[in-house]
């Protein structure tokens, strides 16, 4: 099976300051990992994803490292705005294929200080 | 597109109560899974679906059922409802491997 665990539950930020949230998972067949953002009362929402042929990939202002060798990912934020604050989770695909196969990390609290 | 659509948005439940929580997408997915996410918790999959017809069951399918007679629907049905099922419930669907979420059902039984 999969074990999906995140290091801190709640981050606390300066607006401007980059972000970093991280997460380990246990299965080194793991090969598909997913960031997503939940804000307050709505819906998981995709952000990012990496295959495991992948050590890092970039969308807008984020960033997914994959580290393979100690099984463990990291979101990273640049200038970190308020409307980042979200719980930030991560999901690690094991299964090869398919939602069914997610495992889900219980999520880190993004708070953004003025 | 109006995506994924969950109805209710809230509801009180009694012991013992049965209620269907309602999923739509408007977005021609085959795949569809229920979720409930519990306080702290990651999220657990209750039920999936591949296409119209078929049905699978998840980590924690006890209590509760589903059906897929149409691509667009695929409600969950809690039959006697426990205090043990107070959640949120979401419902999603999935293309190319990204999942895409409703905005959720809070469930309280009491």
């Known amino acids: 099976g999969e074990s999906v665990g995140l290091h801190l539950p709640t981050l606390s930020v300066q607006e401007g300051d980059n972000s970093i949230i991280n997460c380990a998972y246990s299965n080194s067949a793991s090969d598909y990992f997913i960031w997503y953002k939940q804000e307050s009362g709505k819906g998981p929402q995709f952000i990012i994803d990496i295959r495991s042929n992948m050590d890092k990939r970039q969308g807008q202002r984020v960033t997914v490292l994959l580290n393979k060798t100690v099984k463990h990912l990291s979101l990273q934020i640049a200038a970190t705005q308020p409307g980042d604050s979200a719980v930030y989770f991560c999901?690690?695909?094991?299964?090869?294929?398919?939602?069914?196969?997610?495992?889900f990390g219980k999520g880190t609290h993004l708070i953004i200080q003025p | 597109n109006a995506g994924v659509t969950q109805t209710p948005k809230f509801r009180i439940l009694k012991i013992g109560q049965s209620m269907t929580l309602q999923c739509t997408q408007d977005m021609n997915h085959n795949y569809m899974y229920w979720y409930r996410q519990d306080p702290g918790m990651g999220l657990k999959l209750i039920y999936y679906s591949v296409g119209a017809g078929i049905t699978d069951k998840g980590e924690v399918p006890n209590g509760y059922n589903v059906s897929r007679s149409t691509t667009e629907d695929f409600p969950l049905r809690l039959e006697l409802a426990a205090p043990s099922q107070t959640s949120v419930y979401f419902c999603?669907?999935?293309?190319?491997?990204?999942?895409?979420f409703g905005s959720g059902t809070q469930l309280s039984v009491l």
């Open positions: 999901a690690v695909d094991s299964s090869g294929g398919g939602a069914d196969g997610l495992t």
């Open positions: 999603a669907s999935t293309f190319n491997e990204k999942l895409f």
